[in-house]
């Protein structure tokens, strides 16, 4: 409603009051009752008009009160305003720290310490090829020994078929060794530390060498048994522990080399012990106790370098919480006392897992943001054992003197196999941070899907063209050199990348229980390879491949749809990927995203938790110029190597109460 103004509602009010006076006056002239009534009509109406002008009136002071609250709103919405646009300026602010302190973690080089505790802890995985590979060569030996043992027990021959699974169960319990000991990686990581942990596992490793090794003198293949199961738990924590360690010491742009060093050490193992079991080394039926024994000098050797190396610097500081000490092994590693950044990005990573941390397996599997992680680092695993890569390194030997080669040259073409591992894998390890974890396991899986299809066909063409011995030597060295390229896309992509990416995909808090479960998930997967492929052998002849081609296929289609590229990205943005939904084309979005989490977890302790609306405002309208330094931001060669610290946190905002 309209408000009349002061002067005319002072003149209605004489007015009526006049009228009145008149009326009275008629009333007591006694005039007519005509006129009577009609004044009485009209003095009716002008009491309803004043009524209405005194209700118009208090409708106006209730809209003057409502055009006061109003403006008090508006100004507690640009007060706001204001709030997020400082907001916004500082997460632009932390988004260029952050990534220039990325570039120089990306500047980090390799040193010469770092390299010596890369080596030591290495040695680990040499411990698990090595082992994974001798039992290979001396097949033969290693069952007449059980032939003779069982004779001289029982005073009668063994059955061909009876020493073959029990020489399967020589092969297949060490698998099981290894499931125990990379489940419970994850708990001796966080009670001993990572190279605590190492150091521990290395009595196991002395244990089983000796156990295995003294097996002919005590004339007992259970003694064989016990000491391949010992030597398995041995390694199934080296594979939990070693990744782990390295991933966890390494700069930022040298983790994915430097992870695949991991299978170079398994590859040089392998190699090893396939040469030392030629029958002019070790491979005789007095030499293969020396070559099960030879398993104690990876871990003796590891018992004298490790001690030197420092505990891992991120399981000091989030761990543990010691951060001077954090702070002295990457001024170790580092070779340089500017630590600033590393410290800086595991301080970021520490926040952005603080509700994750010291996380059990349970809470693990049952976590919506690192169930996908989760489930990827699983089938990664799967891809490795499943490809069929294991029925190759146990039964080279065999698979080789079926395709019509002899005993010797079988042995000699499964050296070849190791020769070819070593050199493929010391090929990727530049192409790891260039190429990327994701481009390389699809070239791997794909390239091992192709070349299983030609050791099948190689097989099939063999039993159609027996008759022509032309055509049986054509066709046995048409399986080995098949055999030789699944192995060489084997080293390329699957045989290092499951270790390294599952280290990769979660963050300090979740990182061991990741880790015992996915290499759980590994050995369980050999154990089924090692134990069922004489039986697949015998039940699918010469389509034993085909069920490894069938799983390359799918892991490579997985592949495709659901693992993320981690080449050069921090553990935070990885985290910052998946709760993002895994979108691989929203990198600037992930990156800004880690961001944002620097932004709240600095100002966590500021901002009430009621006011955090303004932070979700600032992460879903970004700043248009948050990049735009990307492109120039590279630090001068002659620029002084001095930390850059975080800019000051802003003043906590005060937002009104006014619930906006």
């Known amino acids: 409603m309209v408000s009349l103004p002061p002067s ?104 010469l310490f770092l390299s010596y505790a890369i080596l030591a802890a290495v040695l680990g995985m040499l411990q698990f090829g090595y082992n994974t590979g001798v039992i290979n060569a001396p097949e033969v030996n290693i069952e007449n020994f059980m032939k003779d043992v069982y004779k001289d027990r029982y005073g009668e021959d063994i059955s061909d078929d009876y020493v073959k699974r029990l020489y399967s169960v020589a092969v297949s319990i060490f698998a ?32 089983g060498g000796c156990l295995m090794g003294f097996t002919k003198m005590a004339h007992s293949y259970e003694m064989l048994f016990f000491g391949r199961f010992i030597i398995g738990v041995n390694c199934g924590l080296n594979t939990s522990l070693v990744p782990m360690y390295i991933s966890e010491i390494a700069p930022l742009n040298l983790r994915g080399g430097l992870g695949t060093v991991n299978q170079l050490a398994v590859t040089v193992g392998l190699l090893v012990s396939q040469v030392l079991g030629i029958e002019q080394i070790l491979g005789t039926d007095e030499g293969w106790p020396v070559l099960l024994l030879l ?35 990457l001024r170790r590693l580092r070779a340089s006392n500017q630590v600033e950044e590393d410290i800086e990005e595991m301080r970021a990573e520490e926040r952005a897992q603080q509700a994750e941390s010291r996380i059990s397996m349970t809470e693990l599997i049952c976590s919506p943001t690192l169930r996908a992680p989760l489930i990827i680092g699983v089938v990664m695993q799967l891809s490795q054992q499943l490809s069929g890569i294991n029925a190759v390194f146990y039964y080279s030997t065999n698979l080789y003197t079926s395709s019509g080669l002899t005993e010797e040259s079988a042995k000699f073409a499964t050296i070849g196999i190791g020769s070819i591992m070593v050199v493929m894998t010391l090929v990727s ?33 063999k039993e159609f063209f027996g008759y022509v011995q032309e055509m049986i030597d054509w066709m046995s060295y048409l399986s080995v050199v098949s055999t030789l390229f699944f192995v060489v896309f084997f080293a390329v992509g699957p045989g290092s990348i499951p270790w390294m990416i599952t280290a990769e995909l979660f963050s300090q808090g979740p990182r061991p229980a990741a880790m015992s479960i996915a290499v759980l998930v590994n050995w369980i997967a050999n154990f089924v390879v090692g134990i069922g492929f004489p039986s697949m052998k015998t039940s699918l002849e010469n389509y034993t491949f085909l ?27 990885i985290l910052a990927l998946f709760r993002h939904g895994n979108d691989r084309s929203s990198l600037r979005d992930s990156r800004l995203y880690g961001s944002m989490l620097n932004c709240v977890n600095a100002l966590e302790g500021h901002i009430p938790p009621a006011e955090s609306a303004a932070l979700m405002v600032a992460e879903e309208k970004p700043h248009p110029d948050s990049f735009v330094f990307a492109a120039g931001s590279e630090r001068s060669s002659d620029a002084p190597a001095q930390p850059e610290r975080s800019p000051p946190p802003l003043p906590p905002p005060r937002f009104p109460n006014s619930g906006v």
């Open 547 to 573: 069920p490894f081609s069938a799983f390359l296929a799918i892991f490579w289609i997985f592949t495709y749809k659901q693992v993320p590229e981690t080449k050069n990205k921090t553990f935070e943005e």
């Open 429 to 461: 390890i530049p192409l790891m941070d260039r190429t990327g974890r994701r481009t390389l396991h699809l070239y791997g899986l794909g390239g091992m899907f192709i070349f299983s299809i030609f050791i099948t066909i190689s097989f099939l063409i």
């Open 176 to 207: 099981i060794g290894g499931m125990l000991g990379g489940f419970s990686g994850g708990i001796i990581a966080n009670r001993f530390g990572r190279k605590g942990g190492l150091l521990l596992n290395n009595v196991l490793g002395i244990v």
């Open 295 to 329: 398993a104690i000098c990876p871990a003796i050797l590891q018992l004298l370098l490790l001690p030197v190396c420092p505990e891992s610097p991120r399981y000091l500081l989030i761990t543990k919480q010691w951060e001077e000490e954090a702070r002295k092994a």
């Open 8 to 111: 005319l509602q002072k003149q209605v009010s004489v007015m009526s009051m006049n009228l009145s006076a008149k009326l009275d006056e008629l009333q007591r002239g006694d005039r007519q009752l005509e006129t009577t009534v009609a004044l009485c009509e009209i003095r009716t109406q002008l009491q309803e008009l004043t009524k209405s002008v005194e209700s118009c009136q208090s409708e106006v002071s209730e809209v003057k009160r409502d055009m006061v609250a109003i403006k008090h709103e508006l100004d507690t919405v640009q007060q706001v305003k204001e709030e997020i646009e400082e907001l916004r300026e500082y997460v632009d602010r932390l988004e260029e720290h952050s990534h220039r302190r990325k570039l120089r973690l990306l500047e980090q080089g390799l040193t």
